[in-house]
């Protein structure tokens, strides 16, 4: 009788932990079932929505520049010898003609009145000269009337004669010593006055690269002593990436914030692109270059800007995520194009070119080939996209939209959509399923972004 007795012992706590483990299988099926009836028995709850709103939109190439001047004048010496006096400071507001430095001008002062005082002996002697042949023509016409009267002798006249023309010659020679005087003395003199550096424009002085005291030789090297620059237009020099240097032209829009500017726009056009690009750690950049007028000063040398080229513009125009996009569709009938068909390929199931995907991923890039050069509004050809419309009975149902200028964050809506309804953005992480309140939850109502 205590065998069996022992047997019913044993047995028992297998019994229990079935029971167990029966009980929390019904719990786990019983908690899966409320789930899916508090969902509304649907997937809405597993999407994030996007309300469509208006506003502006651009589509842009970023870059990142360097400002400097654009007119600016290395100011150097023309002459060599001691740098006595700098008149200026950087900073210094100058005017064309205004005295910046001065040299010592000893070596070359005594030039000067060297050849002042040759100058005057040689034309002292031309006063001689002059008063010689006078009185060989005098003597000549002597000799020739006497020998009309055949009182003088042939040899007395043809001496007469050649006095003369050796006075005219002597003459000549002291008039071309004269002129070779005067010219030295112009070029001494202008030696003098570049002892004297002058602002050659109206400008700021930015930069001394002499030091006074210093001894400047021009005969080794053309010595800069300071620069002067025009500080109210600025010349804004980017690198662009040979992926994007493509969608850009001279004329378009662009505008560039700086450092600590607090969101202040400046505004130009692209002035020019330079074909030589520069390699840079394997990557090929190319210069595109404009202007920013600075009449407050603000803008400095060598700050640093973030540039915006305007590919396309919008304002005022319905916009949605463009991780709402889903695929492209047929064109719209009218709008043809070879980037329009590439996008009913990728409909079909074949891959876009030049990488435009849809699916939340990257729009399609707006084609501006045949936009007027400079027009930075041009609206692109208009694509084919189909979105999740959030309908007014709590279902979703997909629609066809016309998009136009897009970019990496959002897609201008040119018809399909209306303001104020709801698309699907994207899909609700687990996380952020559990953070969402109960009641929410349980009305079906959609997550807010």
């Given at each position: ?343 009913e390929r990728a409909g079909n199931g074949e891959r876009p070119r030049g990488g435009e995907r849809m699916g939340g991923m990257r ?87």
């Open positions: 009788m205590n065998a069996p007795e022992k047997t019913f012992v044993r047995r028992r706590p297998r019994r229990a932990l079935i029971v167990i483990g029966i009980s929390a299988l019904l719990a786990a099926c019983g908690w899966l079932a409320g789930t899916r009836l508090s969902n509304g028995g649907d997937a809405i709850a597993n999407y994030q929505f996007a309300t469509v709103q208006r506003g502006d939109i651009e589509d842009v190439v970023t870059a990142t520049g360097t400002l400097q001047p654009r007119d600016y004048v290395d100011v150097g010496a023309q002459v060599s010898g001691q740098l006595q006096k700098i008149h200026v400071k950087v900073g210094s507001e100058v005017k064309a003609g205004d005295l910046l430095a001065e040299i010592d001008p000893t070596v070359y002062l005594s030039k000067v009145d060297a050849s002042r005082a040759q100058l005057r002996n040689q034309r002292a002697q031309l006063k001689e000269r002059e008063a010689q042949l006078t009185l060989a023509q005098i003597q000549y016409r002597r000799q020739k009337a006497l020998m009309a009267e055949d009182a003088t002798t042939v040899e007395s006249l043809q001496t007469s004669e050649a006095g003369l023309k050796s006075a005219e010659a002597s003459l000549e020679a002291l008039r071309a010593q004269i002129e070779q005087t005067e010219s030295s003395l112009r070029g001494d003199t202008a030696n003098l006055q570049y002892a004297r550096v002058l602002a050659p424009m109206d400008g700021t002085v930015v930069s001394i690269s002499a030091r006074q005291g210093q001894t400047l030789n021009t005969n080794q090297q053309a010595p800069t002593i300071l620069r002067v620059a025009d500080l109210t237009t600025m010349t804004v020099q980017t690198q662009v990436s040979e992926a994007d240097i493509s969608r850009l032209r001279p004329g378009m829009q662009v505008y560039f914030t700086t450092l600590g500017s607090q969101n202040q726009r400046w505004y130009g056009k692209l002035d020019q692109i330079e074909p030589t690009p520069t390699t840079t750690n394997n990557v090929v950049l190319y210069n595109a270059l404009f202007d920013a007028p600075n009449p407050d000063g603000r803008l400095m040398t060598n700050m640093t800007a973030q540039v915006f080229f305007i590919v396309a513009q919008a304002g005022d125009v319905l916009q949605i995520p463009v991780g709402a996009l889903q695929q492209s569709a047929r064109p719209p009938r009218g709008v043809g194009g070879e980037r329009a068909r590439s996008g729009p399609p890039r707006p084609d501006t080939a045949g936009a007027p050069t400079g027009d930075a509004s041009a609206a692109p050809r208009p694509r084919r996209a189909t979105v999740k419309v959030l309908g007014a009975n709590g279902k979703l149902g997909e629609r066809a939209v016309e998009i136009g200028v897009s970019n990496r964050v959002h897609a201008q809506v040119i018809s399909g959509l209306e303001e104020g309804e709801k698309v699907v953005s994207g899909l609700v992480s687990q996380a952020q399923q559990i953070a969402q309140p109960a009641n929410m939850r349980r009305s079906g109502m959609p997550p807010r972004l």
